[in-house]
Protein backbone atom coordinates (compact mmCIF):
# COMPACT_ATOMS: atom_id res chain seq x y z
CA UNK A 1 0.00 0.00 0.00
CA UNK A 2 1.51 3.36 -1.15
CA UNK A 3 1.71 6.13 1.78
CA UNK A 4 -0.78 9.21 1.06
CA UNK A 5 -3.96 7.31 -0.07
CA UNK A 6 -5.43 7.27 3.31
CA UNK A 7 -5.58 3.06 3.21
CA UNK A 8 -6.56 2.59 -0.30
CA UNK A 9 -5.09 0.40 -2.08
CA UNK A 10 -3.49 1.38 -5.58
CA UNK A 11 -5.16 0.05 -8.78
CA UNK A 12 -4.34 0.32 -12.18
CA UNK A 13 -6.18 -1.57 -15.51
CA UNK A 14 -6.36 -5.21 -16.17
CA UNK A 15 -6.24 -6.44 -20.16
CA UNK A 16 -8.64 -9.16 -21.48
CA UNK A 17 -6.95 -11.37 -23.65
CA UNK A 18 -8.41 -13.85 -26.47
CA UNK A 19 -8.89 -17.21 -25.57
CA UNK A 20 -5.93 -18.37 -27.73
CA UNK A 21 -3.99 -16.06 -26.32
CA UNK A 22 -4.05 -17.73 -22.85
CA UNK A 23 -1.90 -20.30 -21.60
CA UNK A 24 -4.74 -21.82 -18.71
CA UNK A 25 -7.10 -22.32 -21.90
CA UNK A 26 -4.93 -24.88 -23.59
CA UNK A 27 -6.57 -27.66 -23.10
CA UNK A 28 -10.03 -27.78 -21.92
CA UNK A 29 -12.43 -30.48 -20.54
CA UNK A 30 -16.24 -30.72 -20.32
CA UNK A 31 -18.89 -32.86 -18.31
CA UNK A 32 -18.15 -36.34 -17.69
CA UNK A 33 -14.19 -35.62 -19.22
CA UNK A 34 -13.61 -33.83 -15.68
CA UNK A 35 -11.95 -36.17 -13.25
CA UNK A 36 -10.51 -33.74 -10.27
CA UNK A 37 -8.75 -36.71 -8.28
CA UNK A 38 -6.63 -37.08 -11.65
CA UNK A 39 -3.71 -33.83 -11.00
CA UNK A 40 -1.68 -33.56 -8.81
CA UNK A 41 -3.74 -32.42 -5.58
CA UNK A 42 -2.38 -34.07 -2.07
CA UNK A 43 -3.72 -34.73 0.83
CA UNK A 44 -1.04 -32.68 2.76
CA UNK A 45 -1.11 -34.41 6.63
CA UNK A 46 -3.19 -37.95 7.05
CA UNK A 47 -5.50 -36.55 9.41
CA UNK A 48 -7.22 -34.53 6.70
CA UNK A 49 -10.61 -36.16 5.31
CA UNK A 50 -9.16 -36.33 1.91
CA UNK A 51 -7.50 -34.59 -0.90
CA UNK A 52 -8.11 -30.78 -0.73
CA UNK A 53 -7.83 -27.97 -3.53
CA UNK A 54 -6.18 -25.11 -1.07
CA UNK A 55 -4.51 -22.78 -3.04
CA UNK A 56 -7.39 -21.44 -5.62
CA UNK A 57 -8.44 -18.26 -5.93
CA UNK A 58 -12.29 -18.55 -5.29
CA UNK A 59 -14.33 -15.73 -7.95
CA UNK A 60 -17.74 -14.96 -7.03
CA UNK A 61 -19.79 -11.52 -8.13
CA UNK A 62 -22.91 -10.88 -6.27
CA UNK A 63 -25.46 -7.90 -7.73
CA UNK A 64 -24.82 -5.99 -3.84
CA UNK A 65 -21.63 -6.98 -2.78
CA UNK A 66 -20.17 -6.51 -6.12
CA UNK A 67 -16.87 -9.06 -7.48
CA UNK A 68 -14.34 -11.11 -5.10
CA UNK A 69 -11.77 -13.57 -5.24
CA UNK A 70 -10.60 -15.00 -1.90
CA UNK A 71 -8.49 -18.07 -0.95
CA UNK A 72 -10.70 -21.01 1.16
CA UNK A 73 -10.12 -25.11 0.99
CA UNK A 74 -12.42 -26.94 -1.20
CA UNK A 75 -12.34 -30.32 -0.37
CA UNK A 76 -12.58 -33.08 -4.00
CA UNK A 77 -15.68 -35.21 -2.82
CA UNK A 78 -15.89 -37.09 -6.46
CA UNK A 79 -14.60 -36.17 -9.61
CA UNK A 80 -16.65 -33.30 -10.39
CA UNK A 81 -17.98 -32.57 -7.30
CA UNK A 82 -15.57 -30.11 -5.07
CA UNK A 83 -16.40 -28.26 -1.58
CA UNK A 84 -15.88 -25.05 -1.37
CA UNK A 85 -15.12 -23.42 2.57
CA UNK A 86 -15.17 -19.79 2.92
CA UNK A 87 -15.74 -19.44 7.49
CA UNK A 88 -18.54 -17.03 7.89
CA UNK A 89 -18.13 -13.19 7.19
CA UNK A 90 -15.68 -14.29 4.26
CA UNK A 91 -16.31 -12.52 0.74
CA UNK A 92 -17.58 -15.97 -0.98
CA UNK A 93 -19.67 -17.07 2.16
CA UNK A 94 -21.71 -13.51 2.16
CA UNK A 95 -22.15 -13.71 -1.72
CA UNK A 96 -23.54 -17.11 -0.80
CA UNK A 97 -25.94 -15.93 1.77
CA UNK A 98 -27.03 -12.59 -0.15
CA UNK A 99 -28.02 -15.05 -3.35
CA UNK A 100 -29.34 -17.39 -1.41
CA UNK A 101 -31.79 -14.50 0.63
CA UNK A 102 -32.82 -13.26 -3.00
CA UNK A 103 -34.11 -16.98 -3.51
CA UNK A 104 -31.53 -17.67 -6.26
CA UNK A 105 -30.56 -21.43 -6.73
CA UNK A 106 -26.98 -21.19 -7.39
CA UNK A 107 -23.86 -19.02 -7.94
CA UNK A 108 -21.23 -19.27 -10.25
CA UNK A 109 -17.79 -19.69 -9.54
CA UNK A 110 -14.62 -19.86 -11.16
CA UNK A 111 -10.77 -20.71 -8.78
CA UNK A 112 -8.03 -20.05 -10.68
CA UNK A 113 -5.31 -22.45 -9.66
CA UNK A 114 -0.87 -21.41 -9.99
CA UNK A 115 -2.00 -17.72 -10.17
CA UNK A 116 0.86 -15.47 -10.41
CA UNK A 117 2.22 -14.64 -6.82
CA UNK A 118 0.74 -11.18 -6.73
CA UNK A 119 -3.07 -12.77 -6.91
CA UNK A 120 -2.39 -15.04 -4.55
CA UNK A 121 -1.30 -12.52 -1.90
CA UNK A 122 -4.50 -10.26 -2.69
CA UNK A 123 -6.93 -13.14 -2.73
CA UNK A 124 -5.14 -14.22 0.90
CA UNK A 125 -5.77 -10.61 1.68
CA UNK A 126 -9.04 -8.66 2.82
CA UNK A 127 -9.89 -6.07 0.58
CA UNK A 128 -12.72 -3.17 0.56
CA UNK A 129 -14.49 -4.48 -2.81
CA UNK A 130 -16.37 -1.26 -2.19
CA UNK A 131 -13.38 0.57 -2.70
CA UNK A 132 -11.21 -1.00 -5.33
CA UNK A 133 -11.84 -4.19 -8.47
CA UNK A 134 -9.07 -6.52 -6.69
CA UNK A 135 -7.76 -7.56 -10.54
CA UNK A 136 -7.08 -3.10 -10.69
CA UNK A 137 -5.21 -3.84 -7.33
CA UNK A 138 -3.07 -6.89 -8.69
CA UNK A 139 -2.41 -5.00 -11.88
CA UNK A 140 -0.81 -2.04 -9.38
CA UNK A 141 0.63 -3.78 -7.44
CA UNK A 142 2.31 -5.27 -9.96
CA UNK A 143 3.11 -2.51 -12.23
CA UNK A 144 1.87 -3.42 -15.20
CA UNK A 145 -1.54 -4.65 -16.18
CA UNK A 146 -2.45 -8.27 -15.49
CA UNK A 147 -3.96 -10.18 -18.27
CA UNK A 148 -7.05 -11.95 -17.83
CA UNK A 149 -9.67 -14.40 -20.01
CA UNK A 150 -13.21 -14.47 -19.70
CA UNK A 151 -14.25 -17.90 -17.89
CA UNK A 152 -16.13 -20.62 -20.46
CA UNK A 153 -19.25 -21.20 -18.33
CA UNK A 154 -19.78 -17.99 -16.69
CA UNK A 155 -18.42 -13.81 -17.02
CA UNK A 156 -15.58 -14.28 -14.18
CA UNK A 157 -12.32 -12.71 -15.25
CA UNK A 158 -9.64 -14.72 -14.33
CA UNK A 159 -5.70 -14.48 -14.90
CA UNK A 160 -4.98 -15.78 -18.09
CA UNK A 161 -1.56 -17.25 -17.35
CA UNK A 162 -2.69 -19.24 -14.54
CA UNK A 163 -2.09 -23.16 -14.67
CA UNK A 164 -6.10 -24.22 -14.49
CA UNK A 165 -9.09 -23.03 -13.90
CA UNK A 166 -12.39 -24.99 -12.23
CA UNK A 167 -15.40 -23.35 -12.97
CA UNK A 168 -19.01 -25.01 -11.93
CA UNK A 169 -22.30 -23.79 -9.75
CA UNK A 170 -22.48 -23.83 -6.05
CA UNK A 171 -26.18 -25.16 -4.91
CA UNK A 172 -28.29 -23.30 -2.70
CA UNK A 173 -31.43 -24.75 -3.12
CA UNK A 174 -30.13 -28.39 -2.12
CA UNK A 175 -28.66 -29.64 1.37
CA UNK A 176 -25.36 -28.95 2.40
CA UNK A 177 -23.18 -31.62 2.76
CA UNK A 178 -19.73 -32.42 5.64
CA UNK A 179 -16.27 -31.49 5.33
CA UNK A 180 -13.34 -31.71 6.94
CA UNK A 181 -11.58 -32.33 9.21
CA UNK A 182 -8.85 -30.14 8.17
CA UNK A 183 -5.25 -29.34 9.35
CA UNK A 184 -6.16 -25.57 9.69
CA UNK A 185 -3.75 -22.11 10.22
CA UNK A 186 -3.69 -22.26 14.18
CA UNK A 187 -0.85 -25.29 13.77
CA UNK A 188 -4.28 -27.81 14.93
CA UNK A 189 -6.97 -29.95 13.40
CA UNK A 190 -9.93 -27.93 12.22
CA UNK A 191 -13.19 -30.10 13.60
CA UNK A 192 -15.00 -31.90 10.93
CA UNK A 193 -18.21 -29.54 9.89
CA UNK A 194 -21.53 -31.34 9.32
CA UNK A 195 -22.83 -28.55 6.61
CA UNK A 196 -20.70 -27.06 4.17
CA UNK A 197 -21.06 -25.40 0.56
CA UNK A 198 -20.17 -27.33 -2.60
CA UNK A 199 -19.97 -27.12 -6.25
CA UNK A 200 -20.37 -29.33 -8.93
CA UNK A 201 -17.86 -28.80 -11.64
CA UNK A 202 -18.59 -28.15 -15.17
CA UNK A 203 -15.71 -27.04 -16.73
CA UNK A 204 -11.93 -27.30 -16.17
CA UNK A 205 -9.26 -25.48 -18.67
CA UNK A 206 -5.61 -25.75 -17.92
CA UNK A 207 -1.96 -25.72 -19.28
CA UNK A 208 -0.91 -28.74 -21.15
CA UNK A 209 0.94 -30.64 -18.09
CA UNK A 210 0.20 -27.93 -15.29
CA UNK A 211 2.03 -27.83 -12.13
CA UNK A 212 -0.18 -27.80 -9.24
CA UNK A 213 0.39 -26.11 -5.53
CA UNK A 214 -0.50 -27.77 -2.58
CA UNK A 215 0.02 -25.87 0.66
CA UNK A 216 0.91 -27.22 4.14
CA UNK A 217 -1.84 -25.19 6.19
CA UNK A 218 -0.88 -25.06 9.42
CA UNK A 219 3.03 -26.57 8.86
CA UNK A 220 3.72 -23.08 6.54
CA UNK A 221 2.94 -19.50 6.36
CA UNK A 222 -0.97 -19.37 6.38
CA UNK A 223 -1.31 -15.96 4.39
CA UNK A 224 0.93 -13.14 4.56
CA UNK A 225 -0.45 -11.08 6.73
CA UNK A 226 0.80 -7.06 5.67
CA UNK A 227 -2.25 -6.63 3.78
CA UNK A 228 -4.20 -7.11 6.79
CA UNK A 229 -2.33 -5.24 9.08
CA UNK A 230 -2.09 -2.14 6.82
CA UNK A 231 -5.81 -1.90 6.21
CA UNK A 232 -6.50 -2.12 10.23
CA UNK A 233 -4.08 0.14 10.80
CA UNK A 234 -5.01 3.06 8.54
CA UNK A 235 -8.72 2.18 9.99
CA UNK A 236 -6.82 2.76 13.37
CA UNK A 237 -5.20 5.92 12.68
CA UNK A 238 -8.34 8.00 11.22
CA UNK A 239 -9.18 8.15 15.29
CA UNK A 240 -6.24 6.90 16.84
CA UNK A 241 -3.67 9.01 14.76
CA UNK A 242 -1.18 8.54 17.35
CA UNK A 243 -0.92 4.89 16.36
CA UNK A 244 2.13 4.14 14.97
CA UNK A 245 2.04 0.07 14.08
CA UNK A 246 0.72 -3.01 14.52
CA UNK A 247 1.69 -6.32 13.97
CA UNK A 248 -0.22 -9.74 14.38
CA UNK A 249 2.41 -12.76 13.77
CA UNK A 250 0.93 -15.79 11.89
CA UNK A 251 2.94 -18.00 13.53
CA UNK A 252 1.24 -16.99 16.94
CA UNK A 253 -1.96 -16.88 15.82
CA UNK A 254 -4.29 -14.35 17.98
CA UNK A 255 -1.54 -12.42 19.34
CA UNK A 256 -1.64 -8.82 18.43
CA UNK A 257 1.49 -6.14 18.78
CA UNK A 258 0.43 -2.43 18.64
CA UNK A 259 3.20 0.51 19.04
CA UNK A 260 1.29 4.61 19.45
CA UNK A 261 3.06 7.08 21.53
CA UNK A 262 0.88 7.43 25.11
CA UNK A 263 -0.54 11.27 25.70
CA UNK A 264 -2.41 10.22 28.80
CA UNK A 265 -2.98 7.88 31.33
CA UNK A 266 -5.14 4.92 30.45
CA UNK A 267 -5.03 5.37 26.68
CA UNK A 268 -3.26 2.15 26.17
CA UNK A 269 -6.04 0.01 27.49
CA UNK A 270 -8.77 2.40 26.18
CA UNK A 271 -7.20 2.06 22.37
CA UNK A 272 -6.59 -1.94 22.95
CA UNK A 273 -9.87 -2.45 23.59
CA UNK A 274 -11.26 -0.43 20.22
CA UNK A 275 -8.28 -2.66 18.44
CA UNK A 276 -9.82 -6.02 20.20
CA UNK A 277 -13.51 -4.79 18.53
CA UNK A 278 -11.78 -4.09 15.01
CA UNK A 279 -9.21 -7.28 14.12
CA UNK A 280 -10.73 -10.18 14.86
CA UNK A 281 -7.87 -12.34 14.75
CA UNK A 282 -6.15 -10.50 17.77
CA UNK A 283 -7.26 -12.32 20.87
CA UNK A 284 -3.88 -10.91 22.99
CA UNK A 285 -3.66 -7.36 22.17
CA UNK A 286 0.18 -6.22 23.69
CA UNK A 287 0.28 -2.34 23.73
CA UNK A 288 4.03 -0.78 23.30
CA UNK A 289 5.34 2.32 23.36
CA UNK A 290 6.55 3.95 20.25
CA UNK A 291 10.11 3.16 20.62
CA UNK A 292 9.44 -0.84 20.71
CA UNK A 293 9.73 -2.27 16.28
CA UNK A 294 6.77 -4.80 16.97
CA UNK A 295 8.11 -6.78 14.04
CA UNK A 296 11.13 -7.48 16.58
CA UNK A 297 9.82 -10.38 18.96
CA UNK A 298 12.99 -9.10 21.01
CA UNK A 299 12.10 -6.06 21.72
CA UNK A 300 8.56 -6.84 22.17
CA UNK A 301 9.29 -9.25 24.90
CA UNK A 302 11.85 -7.28 26.66
CA UNK A 303 9.18 -4.45 27.09
CA UNK A 304 6.45 -7.30 28.51
CA UNK A 305 8.61 -8.23 30.72
CA UNK A 306 10.13 -4.62 31.73
CA UNK A 307 7.03 -2.63 31.46
CA UNK A 308 4.37 -4.01 32.28
CA UNK A 309 2.84 -4.58 35.74
CA UNK A 310 -0.18 -6.90 35.21
CA UNK A 311 -2.57 -5.26 38.06
CA UNK A 312 -3.11 -2.54 36.70
CA UNK A 313 -2.06 -2.45 33.47
CA UNK A 314 -4.37 -5.55 32.09
CA UNK A 315 -8.07 -5.20 30.75
CA UNK A 316 -10.31 -8.88 30.27
CA UNK A 317 -12.73 -8.51 27.73
CA UNK A 318 -15.18 -11.43 28.60
CA UNK A 319 -17.00 -11.97 25.30
CA UNK A 320 -16.19 -10.55 22.13
CA UNK A 321 -16.03 -12.20 18.55
CA UNK A 322 -13.19 -13.76 17.42
CA UNK A 323 -11.81 -16.65 14.77
CA UNK A 324 -13.94 -19.25 14.45
CA UNK A 325 -10.74 -21.73 13.83
CA UNK A 326 -9.35 -21.23 17.34
CA UNK A 327 -9.38 -24.27 18.64
CA UNK A 328 -9.94 -23.49 22.19
CA UNK A 329 -13.24 -21.66 21.87
CA UNK A 330 -16.27 -23.28 22.84
CA UNK A 331 -18.87 -20.84 22.06
CA UNK A 332 -18.20 -20.12 18.53
CA UNK A 333 -17.56 -17.35 17.36
CA UNK A 334 -16.97 -15.65 20.62
CA UNK A 335 -13.93 -15.56 22.66
CA UNK A 336 -12.83 -13.61 25.33
CA UNK A 337 -10.15 -10.94 24.60
CA UNK A 338 -7.21 -9.26 26.76
CA UNK A 339 -5.76 -6.06 26.39
CA UNK A 340 -2.18 -6.08 27.83
CA UNK A 341 -0.45 -2.37 28.67
CA UNK A 342 3.64 -2.49 28.31
CA UNK A 343 3.83 0.45 27.96
CA UNK A 344 6.04 2.81 30.07
CA UNK A 345 3.79 3.31 33.45
CA UNK A 346 2.91 6.66 33.80
CA UNK A 347 2.86 7.61 38.28
CA UNK A 348 -1.27 8.55 37.21
CA UNK A 349 -1.44 4.90 36.26
CA UNK A 350 0.49 3.73 39.38
CA UNK A 351 4.24 3.71 37.74
CA UNK A 352 7.05 5.14 39.04
CA UNK A 353 7.72 8.98 39.28
CA UNK A 354 10.88 8.63 37.13
CA UNK A 355 10.98 5.49 34.83
CA UNK A 356 14.62 4.07 34.40
CA UNK A 357 16.17 4.71 31.16
CA UNK A 358 17.48 2.18 28.61
CA UNK A 359 21.10 1.59 28.74
CA UNK A 360 21.39 1.25 25.20
CA UNK A 361 19.65 4.82 25.12
CA UNK A 362 22.51 6.05 27.41
CA UNK A 363 25.05 5.23 25.46
CA UNK A 364 24.02 6.26 22.75
CA UNK A 365 23.62 9.97 23.93
CA UNK A 366 26.95 9.72 26.55
CA UNK A 367 29.08 7.26 24.33
CA UNK A 368 27.68 8.21 20.10
CA UNK A 369 30.90 7.24 18.78
CA UNK A 370 31.03 3.87 20.83
CA UNK A 371 29.03 2.28 17.63
CA UNK A 372 31.08 3.48 14.79
CA UNK A 373 34.40 2.47 16.82
CA UNK A 374 32.78 -0.90 16.82
CA UNK A 375 31.72 -1.16 13.60
CA UNK A 376 35.49 0.14 12.29
CA UNK A 377 37.70 -2.66 14.60
CA UNK A 378 34.52 -5.35 14.10
CA UNK A 379 35.67 -7.00 11.08
CA UNK A 380 39.59 -7.23 12.47
CA UNK A 381 38.98 -8.81 15.55
CA UNK A 382 35.75 -10.94 15.53
CA UNK A 383 37.90 -12.71 12.44
CA UNK A 384 40.49 -13.36 14.65
CA UNK A 385 38.95 -15.13 17.25
CA UNK A 386 38.82 -18.71 17.73
CA UNK A 387 36.66 -20.85 19.60
CA UNK A 388 38.17 -23.06 22.15
CA UNK A 389 39.34 -26.72 20.63
CA UNK A 390 39.14 -25.02 16.89
Known amino acids: ?165 IEGEVPLDQPMLPEGPFGEMYGYMGAKKSANFWMNVTTVTHRRNPWIVNQFTGVTRGFPTAPLEQIALASLKRFMPNVKMLHTPVEATGLCFVSFKKQKPGEALEIGKRIAQI ?65 RQLPDEGGPKNYQALNRTELERLAPEAFEKVAARWGKWVGKYRPPGV
Not at 59 to 75: A, M, V
Not at 121 to 149: F, M, Q, T, W, Y
Not at 291 to 313: F, K, N, S, Y
Open 1 to 165: MRRGQGGAFPTAAFTEVARDAAPCKQVVLNGDAIDLRQFAFIQSNPADSTRYVNTGSVFTHDQELGKNFGTYRCEIKGPRLLGVNPEEGQGAWQAFMKARERGEKSVKVSIALGQDPVTWVVSSSKLNRAKADELEVVSAIRGKPLKVVRSETNDHLVPANSEMI
Open 279 to 343: VGIAKIIVMVDDDVEVLDRTQVMHALGARWQPQPATAIIPEMRGMALDPSLTKRPMTSKIVIDAT
